[in-house]
């Protein structure tokens, strides 16, 4: 008999538009804010740009709080996740709001997505809800 398939979708979200609808109906998962990292939106040079674009990115990462951040919502989620497998669950939701679902949280979701696509062989689907992007990844441990 075949393993069920862990899929982990990943959000990026705007507070004012709600947190999003896990689809599964198993309740949401996790919920990470990401308003504590100051926000490129508010400066002139990013605000037509998002979370995709390389230089959005540089000033995230440049603020003291983002590495720790990244470090520590991965960590979690890399516990969630290897729980789940052992569990053979089959639906993870993780998800990253900020104030417009612009810039930091569609980064920190990219970030994420990169991060266990490296570390596990799994789906991945991502969803950017203020930006109207969805793709998928199926990873192969490397």
Same mark, same amino acid.
């Given at each position: ?7 982990? @979708? ?24 990401? @308003? ?21 990115? $540089? ?27 052992? @569990? ?15 810039? @930091? ?15 596990? $062989? ?21």
């Amino acid at each position: 008999m075949t393993k069920p398939e862990l899929t982990v @979708r990943i959000h990026s979200f705007a507070y004012k538009n709600g947190i999003p609808e896990d689809p599964t109906g198993n309740g949401g998962g996790h919920v990470f804010d990401c @308003r504590i990292i100051p926000n490129p939106g508010v400066l002139e040079p990013y605000k037509a740009l998002t979370g995709l674009d390389a230089s959005v990115g $540089a000033y995230i990462l440049e603020q003291a709080q983002s590495k720790a951040f990244i470090q520590n919502t991965c960590a979690i989620v890399e516990q969630s996740i290897i729980r789940y497998l052992e @569990r053979d669950f089959t639906s993870l939701m993780v998800s990253y709001g900020c104030t417009g679902g612009q810039h @930091r949280s569609v980064f920190f979701a990219e970030t994420l997505a990169k991060h266990i696509t490296q570390k596990f $062989a799994l789906k991945v689907i991502v969803v950017h809800r203020e930006q109207n992007i969805v793709y998928e990844i199926n990873s192969i441990k490397k």
